[in-house]
């Protein structure tokens, strides 16, 4: 287990992008003793006018500490890096902060017990670099329980209120990333498509915002029992059926042609909508629409 009272851990941050500059500021904020590396040296001379250390190459970055995190573009960049250095992991917990699919993830950590790493925790960055440090920050981390639980105390310099762990699948972290990025965009893509109805009318997009947030932050509740139904894999409508849901994307999908505004979106979830019917989910609640999302594409 971490302890909360042991003097600041040292750690090496690999790439220094907007995001891995915003890392490595983090923990030097927190007083931890910091390595950076980066292909382009002027990016680190901010922080290492901060108390940074300029690694002189990867492999020196890598041995300066226990705890190495790597943020850079993609998993190729991240193996390009390190694949070529023999035994400098060894024995290392390594954090990568890069963004890839989740089977990515476990292919990297199956790599990682190739070459001996002591650890591989792959996370994802739920948060802008402005946020990182900040209790507006959101890490989330699988792999091995006992690494993190080591380490956590110095990764909650970047998230202090949320450093959350996950499970010891180390494709979970990845998971979770592009499914909350799904709902981010989904809520996005929904008041865009309502700015532009309503704009037809010469209503604003500030004055349509207040309506907007209260009616996510109602749909936030139904998801409480949604989520229960899904697990339970039954779907009683409580609320409203899909039919009666249907009938309302018409709506949607009527009014969008009629003023002229794009209907892909609404039509798309009506096209789920009549699939879940057709699949006898007609009397069931929406929650139901499930079953249609599980099944691959055409």
Request: hydrophobic share 45%; net charge negative.
């Amino acid at each position: 287990m971490s302890n909360p009272n042991a003097a600041p851990a040292p750690v090496t941050v690999i790439g220094l992008g907007l995001m891995g500059q915003a890392l490595a500021a983090a923990f030097l904020k927190n007083g931890h003793p910091t390595t950076v590396w980066n292909r382009s040296s002027a990016k680190a001379d901010e922080l290492v006018a901060n108390g940074a250390v300029l690694a002189p190459s990867v492999e020196a970055a890598v041995e300066a500490g226990p705890l190495v995190v790597i943020c850079v573009s993609d998993y190729d960049a991240v193996h390009a890096l390190l694949d070529p250095l023999e035994g400098s992991l060894k024995g290392r917990t390594l954090v990568n902060m890069t963004s890839a699919s989740s089977a990515q993830a476990r292919a990297t950590s199956k790599w990682a017990v190739e070459r001996e790493v002591g650890a591989y925790i792959d996370s994802a960055i739920m948060a802008i670099p402005p946020a990182i440090g900040t209790d507006e920050a959101i890490l989330l981390y699988s792999g091995p329980k006992t690494a993190f639980d080591e380490h956590e105390e110095t990764l909650k310099a970047i998230a202090p209120e949320a450093t959350l762990y996950l499970d010891e699948d180390p494709g979970v972290a990845s998971l979770y990333d592009v499914a909350l990025l799904g709902v981010m965009w989904s809520v996005e893509n929904a008041f865009l498509h309502g700015a532009a109805l309503l704009g037809t009318a010469g209503v604003k997009a500030t004055a349509f915002l207040p309506l907007a947030k209260a009616l996510a932050e109602m749909t936030g509740g139904f998801l409480d029992a949604y989520a229960q139904q899904i697990d339970d894999g039954e779907y009683p409508a409580d609320d409203a059926t899909i039919t009666t849901h249907i009938l309302a994307m018409e709506h949607l999908v009527d009014e969008s042609r009629e003023l002229g505004v794009n209907t892909e979106l609404p039509e798309l979830i009506k096209v789920f909508g009549q699939r879940a019917v057709a699949a006898g989910h007609s009397d069931n609640s929406y929650a139901a629409m499930i079953e249609q999302f599980r099944k691959p594409s055409a």
